[in-house]
């Protein structure tokens, strides 16, 4: 099977612009979950998402925004974007109650 | 709410010796999964082994295994004939039963020639 796939794997933004960015899961795994890593924070839950539903949602601004397809495809957008926005976005895809498998990675830098 | 504490920010250790890596954790809860990631260079997180809680038995993955003692909420990693390409940072995870995954702050580990 192909793992989680993430793209773009790089982004360079300036403040105040918006992004998005794309996870596809493992064939057959409807759950999809977002982290964020930062060398301050560490790894950091931004929301799950599973059916195309937003089930868990972690503490972060409204900027900060997910959907899910019908084919469990899942999209993250970040709007009015921050210096301390840059940071590795992580997506992770299970089945359901299973491990998360993670794909590689966003880097997102924030000039 | 739910918290995972690795106390080792950094160690290394020699090549072929075995290292344990420790993580606690805090929950009110009595089913729920506990996981070790590693993080190489790459960036990619990988997983390394995973623990049901109801499970009493030690999990083991080749050179990899845990010692979980549910009731002092301690979930430590043994690596055993340690190799370079064992070099990374690595990641305590909890996991309830919504499927929410709490990290610690990882423990970096190098493997010494």
């Known amino acids: 099977k192909a793992g989680v796939t993430q793209t773009p794997r790089y982004l360079i933004k300036t403040r105040g612009q918006q992004v998005t960015l794309s996870c596809s899961p493992i064939s057959g795994h409807r759950s999809v979950s977002w982290y964020q890593q930062t060398p301050g924070q560490g790894l950091q839950f931004l929301f799950e998402y599973f059916s195309e539903t937003q089930r868990n949602k972690g503490n972060f601004p409204g900027r900060f925004s997910g959907r899910q397809f019908s084919n469990s495809r899942s999209e993250m957008n970040v709007s009015t974007l921050e210096l301390g926005d840059s940071a590795l976005y992580l997506c992770?895809?299970?089945?359901?109650?299973?491990?998360?498998?993670f794909g590689p990675g966003t880097r997102l830098t924030v000039l | 709410a739910q918290t995972v504490t690795q106390s080792q920010p950094e160690m290394s250790v020699q090549e072929a010796e075995t290292v344990t890596l420790s993580c606690t954790y805090d929950t009110s809860e009595n089913n729920y999964y506990l996981f070790w990631y590693k993080q190489p260079p790459s960036r990619q997180m990988i997983l390394v082994i995973r623990?049901?809680?109801?499970?009493?038995q030690n999990a083991t993955e080749n050179r990899f295994s845990v010692n979980f003692q549910k009731a002092a909420k301690s979930f430590s990693l043994k690596i055993s004939d340690s190799q370079l390409g064992d070099t990374a940072m690595y990641f305590c995870a909890f996991m309830n039963r919504d499927d929410k995954i709490i990290f610690g702050k990882g423990t970096r580990l190098h493997i010494l020639p």
């Open positions: 992770a895809s299970s089945g359901l109650g299973d491990t998360q498998y």
């Open positions: 623990q049901e809680a109801y499970k009493q």
